[in-house]
């Protein structure tokens, strides 16, 4: 396998059923809140076998109120992420499938959910 497909593999790119990207900071939240944050999004994840990618955002340009989440191909956004909230988000939005609805901040206008 070339480099290439390999990488592709390894990002999951084929089975993925959403992706997340999570704002590391500045200016929306304390980036080492939002690193820990990541760091127990990654394992709950694999935890729970959940078919998602996931990726690290530097500013989503809304800079207040975070860390910000949002899921595509929903196109939710949740702010105020911790990993309490990431919990229930995992059990209800990624696994259950419907988004926690008191706690979507925003919506891409596409989105059916
Ligand atoms: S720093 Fe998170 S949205 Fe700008």
Redesign the pocket.
Known sequence: MDALSAGLKKATIATAQRHLFL?M?????VPAHAEALWEHIKQRVRETGVQAMRTKAQ?????TG?P?IVVYPEGVWYGDMTKERFERILTEHLIGGAPVSEWVAAKNAHCTL
């Open positions: 704002c900071g500045p200016d929306c939240c500013c989503f340009r809304i800079c975070g910000w």
